[in-house]
């Protein structure tokens, strides 16, 4: 697994590539809770190169944005999650916690 973190102005992209499963979720968290070590609470997550997500990697997503949130205007949005992915966050009921875009341009907006 690929991280990529990238700072706009309003915002942080963090791309990622490879799978998120029990094995690669650790490094997932850590570049995650760098952000947060740094006041920046507002993440567009791009999963266009992410080809699995386990329950762990959901964990880990779930609980970024959640810590996101605590802070005004905070939130963790995701974009190009591809089919499979979606169909395991809705089957796990998690689709409502989340909003999803279609592309990185529209995410990084939505912090306007």
Same mark, same amino acid.
């Given at each position: 697994?690929?991280?990529t973190?990238?700072?706009y102005?309003n915002c =942080? !992209?963090?791309? +990622?590539?490879?799978r998120?499963? #029990?094995?690669?979720?650790?490094?997932l968290?850590?570049?995650?809770?760098?952000l947060?070590n740094?006041n920046?609470?507002?993440i567009?997550? =791009? !999963?266009a190169? +992410?080809t699995?997500v386990?329950? #762990?990697?959901?964990?880990?997503i779930?609980?970024?944005?959640?810590a996101?949130k605590?802070?005004?205007?905070?939130?963790?949005?995701?974009t190009?999650?591809?089919?499979e992915?979606?169909?395991?966050?809705?089957?796990?009921?998690?689709h409502r916690f989340f909003?999803?875009y279609d592309d990185?341009?529209?995410?990084v907006?939505s912090?306007v």
């Amino acid at each position: 697994m690929e991280i990529t973190t990238k700072a706009y102005g309003n915002c =942080d !992209l963090v791309q +990622v590539s490879g799978r998120i499963d #029990s094995n690669t979720s650790p490094k997932l968290d850590d570049a995650l809770k760098a952000l947060l070590n740094a006041n920046r609470y507002r993440i567009v997550l =791009d !999963l266009a190169e +992410v080809t699995f997500v386990s329950s #762990s990697g959901i964990w880990v997503i779930l609980e970024t944005q959640k810590a996101c949130k605590k802070h005004r205007g905070g939130n963790l949005v995701i974009t190009n999650v591809n089919d499979e992915i979606a169909y395991s966050l809705e089957l796990a009921g998690l689709h409502r916690f989340f909003t999803y875009y279609d592309d990185i341009t529209a995410a990084v907006a939505s912090f306007v």
